[in-house]
């Protein structure tokens, strides 16, 4: 079992940043892939970014390269999301996921979830 809490979500205005932070417990950090994904109202959740077991190896959808930067401290067994120049768009509920087989973009392959983060940007 893996257990995932999300924090860092907050209020921001367009242009703003965030570093959302997951917490994780249960088993060896280092043993699985990490994802964040995010849901907005209405719409489905999609991928946002991930990262590799050893964090050599990173992952993001189109809409936040160059804004978005994913890193882990498997010492701390956190995972982290630092989020700059946020655009209204970017506001979702943000959920991180452990991965026990691979490191993707695909929700469906996650094994374990967080219980979300909103963040709101304001225009």
């Known amino acids: 079992q893996v257990q995932l809490v999300e924090s860092g979500g907050g209020l921001v205005q367009a242009g703003g940043s965030l570093r959302l932070s997951c917490a994780a417990s249960?088993?060896?950090?280092?043993?699985?892939?990490m994802g964040w994904f995010r849901q907005a109202p209405g719409k489905e959740r999609e991928f946002v970014a991930a990262?590799?077991?050893?964090?050599?190896?990173?992952f993001y959808t189109n809409s936040v390269k160059g804004r978005f930067t994913i890193t882990r401290d498997n010492a701390e067994n956190t995972v982290y999301l630092q989020m700059n120049s946020l655009k209204p768009e970017d506001t979702a509920v943000y959920y991180c996921?452990?991965?026990?087989?691979?490191?993707?973009?695909?929700?469906?392959?996650?094994?374990?979830w967080g219980q979300g983060t909103q963040v709101t940007v304001s225009s």
């Open positions: 996921a452990a991965d026990l087989r691979r490191v993707g973009q695909y929700a469906p392959e996650y094994d374990y």
């Open positions: 249960g088993r060896t950090f280092s043993s699985y892939a």
């Open positions: 990262i590799s077991w050893g964090g050599g190896a990173t």
